[in-house]
């Protein structure tokens, strides 16, 4: 048996060594942190699980989408966004939710303050002044608590909803998804 596991929070280290020492064969993947590491990780996936025809059909699909998103945003101003995790936390930069915020037509606004999940104040947050927020809420209640309230997002409550299941996941799937609806 082959077990796949994905990268923290998702599976740890420990977690992985547990399932080795029960005699299974564990591939432990990597954080993706763009998407061309989700497609590295669909065509890896392909080979280990003996189906490489249809990770490369996988992959081909999602480099459509991208291409097609891309493509749709190409002569419009690209508002600043925010994607706020809660308690402060947002995705920044060099994260694959970042890449698909700007292949959705939108600028990161986190994506100056750091990279992966940092937390920010919320004075940095009423500094970066997002014009949209991304949410997973479709009733959208962040953008009634400070500081998002206040923001220009908050205030003339602009917002996408991106479904939850799509965007905090790094697969093909979720990047044509949440490109495909951000754009």
């Not at 991106?162 to 905090?168: A, M």
């Amino acid at each position: 048996m082959l077990v796949l596991a994905l990268p923290a929070p998702n599976a740890s280290a420990g977690e992985v060594d547990a399932l080795r020492e029960q005699g299974l064969t564990v591939y432990h993947f990597a954080e993706a942190t763009s998407i061309e590491d989700i497609a590295t990780k669909t065509e890896l996936t392909g080979r280990l699980v003996g189906n490489c025809e249809a990770a490369a059909e996988t992959n081909a699909e999602m480099n459509q989408a991208v291409a097609a998103a891309e493509n749709r945003t190409a002569d419009l101003d690209r508002p600043n966004a925010l994607y706020p995790l809660g308690d402060g936390y947002v995705a920044a930069g060099n994260t694959f939710i970042d890449e698909i915020m700007r292949v959705g037509g939108t600028e990161n606004v986190a994506a100056a303050e750091g990279d992966g999940y940092p937390q920010l104040s919320n004075e940095v947050i009423l500094q970066t002044d997002p014009e949209l927020l991304i949410v997973t809420d479709p009733e959208a209640p962040i953008l009634d608590e400070e500081p998002y309230a206040s923001t220009t997002a908050g205030r003339e409550g602009n917002y996408v909803v991106l479904n939850v299941n799509y965007l905090n996941q790094p697969a093909p799937r979720s990047v044509i998804e949440s490109g495909e609806t951000l754009s």
